[in-house]
């Protein structure tokens, strides 16, 4: 069936370090891509989203970018602050109008 | 505040109990999805709703199930609650999208449901 595999699972980078996640997924219909930043004990939150007409995506800190022969997207951030420790989770859109969702990756910043 | 609203927000029951909880979507979002996730636990899609209808179905048991109503406003039932159906059930909304288009969820606060 359609999956989509994140990783790694856990991820522990210095203040002020880049760190890279990454998400690989099934589908090759596949055609939005978003990832959603969880806090501990709160919603989880869309921080940036692709589509597959584009290949890069960038908000700040914050980038996205998508290799579709490859099935693989990747959510980089840099210079981490302590508040970017988090869940962060990555989807990918199925043909039945749902999303397909990674594991989860916890990512924790070291001061 | 993403615009989502989901009572109650706790809610701790005995086993064998049956439960509903309740969404209400973002004004305008014809898109109502429910997520389980338990413990440190990524999320698990149950079931997606659009403008009345069951649209996707995941992994939801037999012993749950799911409506929305004409004013778009979603309910969950769980029965025959398990000591392992404790978790923080969410529930999402999107706009409106076109088929095979794709718009940001938007998730609610969450219940936290306990199973004793």
């Known amino acids: 069936g359609e999956n989509a595999e994140q990783h790694p699972s856990t991820l522990s980078v210095q203040e002020g370090d880049s760190a890279v996640i990454k998400c690989t997924y099934s589908d090759s219909a596949s055609n939005y891509f978003p990832w959603y930043k969880q806090e501990l004990g709160k919603r989880p939150q869309l921080i940036i989203d692709i589509r597959s007409n584009v290949g890069e995506k960038k908000d700040q800190r914050i980038a996205v970018t998508l290799n579709k022969t490859a099935k693989h997207f990747s959510l980089h951030i840099t210079e981490t602050q302590p508040e970017d420790s988090a869940v962060y989770f990555c989807?990918?859109?199925?043909?039945?109008?749902?999303?397909?969702w990674g594991a989860g990756t916890k990512l924790i910043i070291k001061p | 505040d993403s615009g989502v609203t989901q009572t109650p927000k706790h809610l701790i029951t005995a086993t064998g109990q049956r439960v509903t909880l309740r969404c209400s979507p973002r004004s305008g979002d014809l898109s109502v999805y429910w997520y389980q996730q338990s413990l440190d636990q990524g999320l698990q899609f149950l079931i997606q709703?659009?403008?009345?209808?069951?649209?996707a179905k995941g992994n939801i048991l037999e012993r749950f199930s799911a409506q929305q109503f004409p004013d778009l406003h979603s309910e969950l039932n769980l029965s025959s609650l398990e000591l392992g159906d404790s978790a923080l059930y969410f529930c999402?909304?999107?706009?409106?999208?076109?088929?095979?288009?794709?718009?940001?969820?938007?998730f609610g606060p969450g219940t936290r449901l306990t199973v004793l």
């Open positions: 999402a909304s999107s706009a409106r999208m076109r088929t095979g288009s794709y718009n940001e969820q938007f």
């Open positions: 709703y659009y403008n009345g209808e069951e649209r």
């Open positions: 989807a990918a859109s199925s043909s039945n109008y749902q999303l397909i």
